[in-house]
Structures are given as structure tokens and as C-alpha cells.
């Protein structure tokens, strides 16, 4: 059975699963908003604390160590490994904690980590009120652009439903994206502000291009007007183009000029990578990346990248 057929025999049961996902988010930022008084947790960046930077190699666990450090601050301590780009060894932790007592934080964490030298570590204070009015004013600044948006849509289609329709589901992609965050674990900072934003713009302006093209369609039933939407919607028409990539191959070249193996952009912009050996392995750092030619000809480019 395919998801034409499918779609045509349960369009209406179909509607259960966006709505159940979104009462279900509601269900789980409600949760939040009783038990701690936000609807998301929320990082250092936005709610004020410190955060302390430790460089250290000793491999520590997480799980346990956020355990212990927690229990002896009296305060919830966020803990993150610090790794090499290249060896992808530990050079350090860094702990993000909202307590006062930042002095027995530095004393706790350095015995951890087996260091006391000051000069090993930093501290970042971050104000609450500065950060309690950066919330506000970020959510404010989303409440007026959610308004302003509707009122664009609103113009555009000259009809209610679609443009509360339009609107409801980028606040919807909202809501599901925070519970997400919720259910694993993932507090919200200052730059998934900016990521949340994305996010509604984006949702806006794919939503408006699907509606006007089930609305448009007029030659089809509604039926099929809302499956092509939502074929488009699922598959998507927005594709990865050769232009935005120097060239249509990428040739890779490895130490002593060994090929690695090509990145290459087909008639139909797809992508693809193809090793020369599958022992080979392409490490991604820019700092050591050469250029070696630009082929205007052939629409290629070599590069030389280092192999472990």
C-alpha cells in the first residue's frame, strides 16, 4: 500500500497525529511550568550564574560527577567535556552553576580534575538581571513577531482560516521543538534564541508556500490538493544546488598528494562522497586544509587534506 492510497483512505484519522503532538507538548511544558515555574529550563546564559572552565585530561563521568558536585553546592552543577578538534582527547570541563558560593565550586572542581593553578581555569559571571531582562524582551520581541507575521499572512491570502491556520502551526513547531528540548534534557540559551527564531521564520515561510499551493490548485479536488501538499511538504522541493559549492568535484588529496577520494554535485545536485580506499579517512580541519587548483575547464577543485 502506498502512502497515496493510504493517505486517501485515513486523510481524516491522518489529523490525529499533529494534533495528539501538539497536546502532548502542551502537556509536557505545563508539567514544567508547575513543578519549577518555567516552561523550559533555562542555561546560565538566560537565567545568571558562573561559568567555570577547568583544563584538565583526566576522564571523568558525567553523570556522576554533576551528581556529586550538585549535592555538595546545594545547587543544580551543569558539567560539559571540552575536547580536541583533532585527537579528540579531553583538554578540560567546563561547569555552569547559578549558586553563589563560586570559590567552593573552584575548589571541588579542581580536586576533581587535579589541578589548584588559578591560571588553568576562567570564570564568567553572568548577571540574573541582565539575563531576566534579556528573556523578557526576547519574548516579547517573539510575541510581536508571531503578530506582525499574521498580519503579513493575513494580507497576502485576504482569508481568516488560512492565515490562523499558517500562524497556529509555526507557534505548534515551537511548542513541539521546546518539549523536545525538554524531554531530552536540553536547556535553552542566549544562541537557541536565535535558532528558535530561525525556526519560526522558516516554519512561516514554508507553510505559506504549501498553502498557496492548495489553495491555488484549483483544477484538483481538496483531497488531492492536500496530499500534493504535503508530498511536498515531506519530500521537499528545496534542494542543495552546485552553486553553492565552488565546483561541481572536489577532488581530495591526502600527505605526499595520495588521493583520498572526490566530492562530487550530479546533473540533479546531489551529493556525493566516494573514498578511493575504505581505509581512508578524512579529517575536517580548516587550519590545515590546502588549495592546491582551481580547474575553470572542468569545474573542479583540489584540495589537500591531511590523513590520519
Request: hydrophobic share 45%; net charge neutral; no cysteine.
Amino acid at each position: 500500500m502506498g502512502f497515496k492510497s493510504l493517505y486517501e483512505k485515513n486523510w481524516k484519522r491522518l489529523m490525529i497525529v499533529p494534533i495528539g503532538f501538539l497536546i502532548f507538548s502542551i502537556f509536557i511544558l505545563g508539567s514544567n511550568y508547575a513543578s519549577t515555574g518555567d516552561f523550559i529550563e533555562k542555561d546560565i546564559s538566560l537565567k545568571g550564574g558562573y561559568l567555570l572552565t577547568i583544563e584538565g585530561s583526566v576522564k571523568l563521568d558525567l553523570e556522576s560527577t554533576e551528581e556529586s558536585l550538585s549535592e555538595i553546592m546545594n545547587e543544580q552543577v551543569k558539567m560539559r567535556k571540552l575536547s580536541s578538534l583533532g585527537s579528540g582527547g579531553v583538554v578540560g570541563y567546563s561547569f555552569e552553576y547559578a549558586g553563589d558560593d563560586i570559590d567552593g565550586l573552584i575548589d571541588e572542581a579542581g580536586q576533581l580534575i587535579g589541578t589548584t593553578d588559578r591560571n588553568r581555569m576562567s570564570i564568567e559571571e553572568i548577571s540574573s538581571a541582565i539575563s531576566k531582562r534579556f528573556w523578557d524582551g526576547t519574548v516579547r520581541a517573539i510575541l510581536v513577531a508571531i503578530a506582525a507575521m499574521a498580519g503579513v499572512v493575513f494580507l497576502y491570502f485576504r482569508k481568516l482560516v488560512p492565515a490562523v491556520g499558517i500562524v497556529i502551526s509555526g507557534i505548534s513547531n515551537i511548542i513541539g521543538t521546546f518539549a523536545i528540548m525538554s524531554l531530552l534534557g536540553i536547556s535553552i540559551s542566549a544562541s537557541g534564541i536565535a535558532a528558535i527564531l530561525m525556526l519560526l521564520g522558516y516554519s512561516i515561510d514554508s507553510n505559506i508556500v504549501l498553502t498557496a499551493r492548495a489553495l491555488k490548485r484549483k483544477e484538483l479536488s481538496v483531497k488531492d490538493r492536500i496530499y500534493s501538499a504535503i508530498k511536498t511538504g515531506m519530500l521537499g522541493e528545496y534542494k542543495i544546488t552546485a552553486s553553492t559549492i565552488a565546483a561541481q568535484t572536489i577532488l581530495l588529496k591526502g600527505n605526499n598528494n595520495t588521493n583520498l577520494g572526490k566530492i562530487s554535485v550530479d546533473k540533479d545536485n546531489k551529493i556525493s562522497i566516494t573514498l578511493s580506499s575504505e581505509k581512508n579517512q578524512i579529517i575536517i580541519d580548516p587550519s590545515k586544509i590546502e588549495l592546491i587548483e582551481i580547474n575553470d575547464s572542468i569545474d573542479s577543485v583540489i584540495l589537500k587534506i591531511p590523513r590520519n
